[in-house]
């Protein structure tokens, strides 16, 4: 046998041998994907009906714990994250595309401008996700509250003076401690967050704000 058959064998030796370890590894475990804010909230059509205002508003800070697609759960100082669970996609980016079909849906005097108009909007609107969390008590076997708590900042553009500031808390007790339907009530909590901030931009934006142009 000459050099090169031997070099050759050894390779294919080699590499049947790597196919070999390669399937004793075990198979990883899937991971159950979830997400939340699809449906906009219901709005109360006699609120804000102001003016038509432009609005425009940066994207949301998150807290660092809960801004990935790991969902954050909390049981007094100690935070956890659920296990072969995770958001679609990142919580923040998910927040983020809640607020604009919840304003969307809405149909009210704020309307929405790109980011990077610059001299369109009437007001800004700044939003700060302090706490996105189920929060365990403690008891064996409990089922959590998700806590979603989002400081909102509204901002005139013209001269940048503060036309109001609010702390929304909302929290919803899930049925039970099971992932759907601790997914559930992040849902319900974000939602109703979501449709307070709506609702408070458009009356405050719609009494204070300079009016949209004519369109």
Known sequence: MN?????????????LGLSGCITLFPKAT????YRFGDAPPATDKTAGQGA??????SATVFE?????????????????YLAGSRWVAPAA??????VDRAFNAANGPARVVPRGEMGSAGVSLKLDVELFEARYSGAKDSAPTVVV???????RASDRSVLSDRIFD?????????????????????TDAIGQIV???????????????AQ
Not at 3 to 15: C, G, K, N, P, Y
Not at 30 to 33: D, E, G, N, S
Not at 93 to 98: G, H, I, K, S, T
């Open 3 to 15: 050099l090169r058959t031997i070099a050759a064998a050894a390779v294919l030796a080699a590499s």
């Open 30 to 33: 899937p991971v159950q994907l």
């Open 52 to 57: 038509p205002f432009n609005m425009q508003r």
């Open 64 to 80: 660092r714990a809960a801004q990935s697609d790991a969902i954050l759960t909390s049981t007094g100082p100690e935070t956890a």
């Open 93 to 98: 980016v998910l927040f983020d595309e809640a």
């Open 149 to 155: 708590r989002v400081h909102g900042l509204l901002v």
């Open 170 to 190: 909302v929290q919803k007790p899930a049925d039970e401690n099971r992932v759907g339907a601790i997914i559930r009530a992040f849902d319900a909590a974000t």
């Open 199 to 213: 609702a408070w931009t458009e009356t405050q934006g719609a009494v204070t704000a300079t009016p949209a142009a």
